[in-house]
């Protein structure tokens, strides 16, 4: 009798460890969603990302599914649903749900260039007789999505410098989307001018061809003034364990790796560094958030 109850006890003990295990590995194998707000279409913005996703995947082990929100009301909606763990946005959508995020865990990335700051573009065609931002009185004008901090809220600033009201001063103005489309616009004569980014007209020459842009019709009327670049934030009650996996896959990354730079170069990046809360208080003032 005795030699039975150890044995079943040993059976039992046995069992909890298997399960034990299996929970472990349930929680290694942890779903976890990243939510890329698109500076460009949703199509392009999934084949820029591709292989920064692959790369996390194989890095951390971790079931990563990347979502990318059509608007802004979306994405806010999906991140206070606690729908998304992480969030790569630009930094005047962040400070706006700062609160919701782990402060504590914040990631930015970095330009191409190695920057921490971003720049955008006021562009128009030779010859239009627009040299100057203050020439756009009474024409056509178009921005970035409004998801973008340098095409749209930073682009907004230089108009208003320059003694322009969008709403009243401009013939009319339209959001669009990637840059290389807001450059065919201008090209074509669609619209008198827009805002793309600064490292477009010299960082896209495979693109300005397939377009069929002529860049030494184009001219550089204006530019904007630094704007933090984008963040990359983890939801507040996301397990530490998943934050340390991936940020320290990020933070690892490094541009002057050849197969790194296959990882970043798709993305427009050139790496990760951490950040802190307070390196958007400048964005704060900017567009009037709260802390």
Known sequence: MLRRLNKWTIFVSVFFCVLASASYAEVSRKHIIIEILPCSDVVMSFKKFHPLIKYLKQQTGLDIETIVPKDFEEFEWAIKNGDIDFAFQDPHTYVNLAKLYNRDALIRALTRKGETYQYALIIARKGSGINKVGDLRGKTVMFGPKLSATKWIAAKEVFKENGI????DL?????GGCCEDIAFNVYLKAVDAGVVCEHFLEGHPEK???????????IVIGRTGPVPTRVFAARKELDSG????????LLRLDKNNPAHAEILYPAELGGFQKSKDKDYDGMRILIGAKQ
């Open 165 to 168: 009201l969008i709403d009243k």
């Open 171 to 175: 013939r009319a103005y339209l959001n």
């Open 208 to 218: 300005q061809k397939e377009l069929g842009i002529n860049v030494k019709r184009i």
């Open 242 to 249: 998943v934050i340390t996996k991936i940020n320290q896959a």
